[in-house]
């Protein structure tokens, strides 16, 4: 469609000599090039048209503007840009006012700051989230935010992206007026009537004084840098956001504004803002899941939690956190007391660090209800079964469950690894059945698989994505496997360590070398952090199930039979005497594994830190490319999300299969290729895999909506 038969984004009226600017381009307002083009357009139109007074911006739908459009990163950038419009609207000789209503975040904030005067809704929010997006403010924000508020709470604002109530945005000085009105527009006119009226001058950001006490704003940007350093964990834009408002301090205005734009390109071209932003879309494209599209969601307003222990517990919290009113089954009264108890705790903690008060932490507990009869769970629309995992254990659940629940109720469980189509043919209802695997602790991890069995009704897979929204958890559809796409993949990645870890480098490097890619745990941390003995009541279970060919590593096998089952019995891979969480090295550890070395008649070769990544990644990313072949994940996204919210994958790196597209698939896929001379049954290459290297593709060209 050419220019000229495109809807106007910017809706323009005059009203007294005032020229409204509703700004209609949904779904949230985001600055597209046709806006931007737009509203530089109006502008400078608006300056030189005698008919008009004044310019009041307006944001139409539920935001004021929520930003730049992130969907033009990482493109050929289109003109005019951001910086540019913003210049425009200070530099205006009529006074402007933005009437910010829902959100001003990013660019839509330094658009409102470039305005000369602001109002905003009172339960409206303003912020800088371009950290979260690997980037800095870069239309103004870095230089305009100082100067009206001070390094501090700009620097604040900046770093941690998080958004600003309108009554601290007001405290701080970013808006002039908060307004309780419904009708942003009437409330916009009205302001701009009473500063016409009192010749209010047109009064620029660039010239505020926020920045006049030059030792205190130089002190905030020290401590800044040096608490940055300390926490960003290798993040590019932290520190460039601090550089930024150095300049803004030191520079005239204009230079800051170039230097400003300067890091911003440096931003923008960094494979974290790549990773960031990909994450970004993946997170809100995981909601969309063929049964969404298709179907309705069933209606859920109570919920049933079959199990008490920490798992239950932690579903029980989650749930009762949403709203719902829950009911726990328990086979005696001890353990049913054992799972209140459980619930409790994790309110008493929040009440201990003055998150809650003690009246809401009573008030929460009012909606739950415990019960050693399954009749408590007649009038449930949801039940979650968290079990014990045992197979037979589950079934007889689901035998109780197919006999008190309603017709209708949905029946989920939370397996980690069982087949969830098993546990569904195990009662007379399998159309309503589902798993929902919640990651431990529930009430806290964001992720949650939606484990869809092949005879579940489709609206009954929609009610679980509305779930999760409910829950504020981010839903990944995942089809029934072994350990589904998650414990799935991470048991290859798993393996792959133990691999290395056999074949010559300690689990301390290994944690080492994980950590340093990005992890907040080695996968050693984490086997130590689950408990032993799960993994090993997992591997005995398979035993005779196991390829017989197929290469296994028994050092944990050894470390266990000791009773070491990590820090719940102080001993693991690493030792944790009294009063220290985290892990100290262990000797003895090393000795274990050298004497398996032996006994496998393996000679130990030495890794580097980089060797080792390029393995256990290899490992995830070729794993992830089977999980999406087999159509256990729909989308390659869906395993990147898996694994930036279930496994503390680095955000921005984008989660494994985005990291895959970033390094080169073809490179990876050598990678395999070489590590198959001494495995060819380990590292056989994901056909997937294979063909898009093939055919010059990537992983990114298969995340078009499902
Ligand atoms: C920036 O501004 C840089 C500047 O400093 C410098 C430039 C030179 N662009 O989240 P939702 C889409 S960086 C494009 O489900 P909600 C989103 O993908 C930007 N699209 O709704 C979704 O699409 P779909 C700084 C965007 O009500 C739909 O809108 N700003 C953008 O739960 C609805 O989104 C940010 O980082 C965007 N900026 O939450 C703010 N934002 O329907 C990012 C959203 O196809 N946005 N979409 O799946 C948000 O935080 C939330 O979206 C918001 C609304 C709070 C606004």
Redesign the pocket.
């Known amino acids: 469609m050419d220019n000229a038969h495109k809807p106007s984004v910017l809706k323009q009226e005059l009203r007294n000599k005032v020229l409204v600017l509703g700004i209609d381009n949904p779904?949230?307002n985001?600055?597209?090039a046709d806006l931007r083009r737009e509203l530089l357009g109006v502008i400078q139109e608006a300056d030189t048209n005698d008919k008009i007074e004044a310019v009041l911006m307006v944001g139409c739908g539920?935001?004021f503007i929520?930003?730049?459009?992130?969907?033009?990163?990482g493109k050929p950038p289109l003109p005019p840009?951001?910086?540019d419009v913003c210049t425009r609207i200070e530099a205006c000789n009529k006074l402007v006012v933005a009437a910010i209503h829902?959100?001003a975040?990013?660019?839509?904030?330094?658009i409102a700051l470039a305005a000369h005067y602001r109002l905003i809704a009172a339960d409206a929010?303003v912020g800088?989230?371009?950290v979260?997006?690997g980037?800095?403010?870069?239309?103004g924000?870095t230089q305009r935010a100082p100067r009206l508020i001070g390094a501090k709470a700009s620097l604040d604002l900046m770093l941690s992206?998080r958004?600003l109530d309108a009554r601290d945005a007001h405290e701080l000085g970013l808006v002039d007026r908060i307004v309780y009105g419904e009708d942003m527009l009437a409330e916009g006119l009205a302001y701009l009537k009473e500063l016409l009226a009192a010749h209010a001058p047109v009064r620029r950001s660039r010239d505020a004084g926020g920045l006049a006490d030059h030792t205190k704003s130089r002190a905030a940007i020290e401590a800044a840098r040096s608490e940055t350093t300390k926490v960003s964990r290798g993040l590019f834009s932290p520190l460039k956001i601090i550089e930024a408002v150095q300049a803004a301090l030191e520079l005239p205005f204009n230079e800051g504004l170039s230097l400003e734009?300067n890091l911003?390109l440096q931003c923008i071209d960094s494979p974290q803002r790549a990773g960031l932003i990909h994450a970004?879309?993946a997170q809100?494209?995981v909601?969309?899941a063929p049964e969404t599209r298709s179907t309705k969601a069933r209606s859920i307003n109570t919920v049933g939690v079959v199990g008490g222990g920490t798992m239950g517990a932690g579903i029980a919290v989650a749930m009762l956190d949403a709203g719902f009113p829950v009911t726990m089954i328990e086979r005696d009264e001890e353990s049913l007391a054992r799972g209140r108890t459980h619930v409790e705790k994790v309110y008493d903690s929040l009440v201990a660090k003055g998150r809650i008060t003690q009246e809401a932490r009573a008030d929460v507990l009012t909606r739950w209800t415990g019960s050693t009869s399954y009749h408590a769970l007649a009038h449930a629309d949801l039940v979650v079964e968290a079990v014990f995992e045992e197979m037979t254990v589950k079934q007889a659940v689901f035998a109780e469950l197919d006999r008190a629940c309603k017709p209708g109720a949905i029946l989920a469980t939370n397996t980690s690894y069982l087949d969830v189509s098993a546990i569904a043919a195990s009662c007379s209802r399998a159309p309503d059945v589902l798993g929902l695997h919640f990651f431990s602790p529930a009430n806290i991890m964001k992720l949650l698989e939606i484990v869809v069995p092949a005879g579940v009704a489709a609206d009954v897979v929609a009610t679980a994505f509305a779930l999760a929204k409910k829950l504020q958890k981010v839903p990944v559809r995942a089809g029934v496997c072994d350990g589904f796409i998650g414990n799935r993949i991470f048991a290859v990645y798993r393996a792959a360590a133990e691999h290395i870890m056999e074949d010559g480098a300690s689990p301390y490097q290994i944690d080492r070398a994980a950590r340093h890619f990005g992890f907040p745990m080695g996968p050693f941390q984490v086997a130590d952090l689950a408990g032993g003995d799960i993994g090993w009541a997992a591997r005995k279970r398979r035993a005779n199930t196991r390829d017989p060919k197929a290469r296994y590593v028994q050092i944990a096998d050894r470390i266990c039979e000791r009773g070491w089952f990590g820090q719940k019995t102080g001993r693991g891979f690493y030792r944790y005497p009294e009063g220290v969480r985290t892990g100290v090295q262990d000797p003895e550890i090393e000795a274990i594994i050298d004497a398996e070395r032996l006994r496998a008649g393996i000679k130990p070769n030495s890794f580097t830190d980089q060797e080792i990544v390029r393995r256990l990644m290899a490992a995830m990313i070729n794993e992830g490319a089977n999980v999406v072949h087999q159509g256990i994940a729909l989308r390659p996204l869906d395993v990147d999300i898996t694994f930036l919210f279930g496994y503390g994958f680095p955000r921005y790196r984008g989660g494994p299969m985005k990291y895959a597209d970033t390094v080169g698939l073809s490179s990876v896929l050598a990678d395999i290729r070489e590590f198959a001379q001494q495995d060819t049954l380990f590292w056989q290459p994901s056909p997937l895999l294979v063909k898009l290297t093939n055919n010059g593709a990537d992983f990114a060209s298969l995340n078009q909506s499902a």
């Open positions: 779904p949230v985001a600055l597209s539920r935001y929520a930003g730049a459009d992130v969907r033009e990163f840009f951001l910086p829902g959100a975040l990013g660019g839509g904030l330094e929010k800088f989230p371009e979260e997006l980037l800095l403010p870069g239309a924000g992206g958004p734009r911003f970004f879309f809100r494209e909601f969309k």
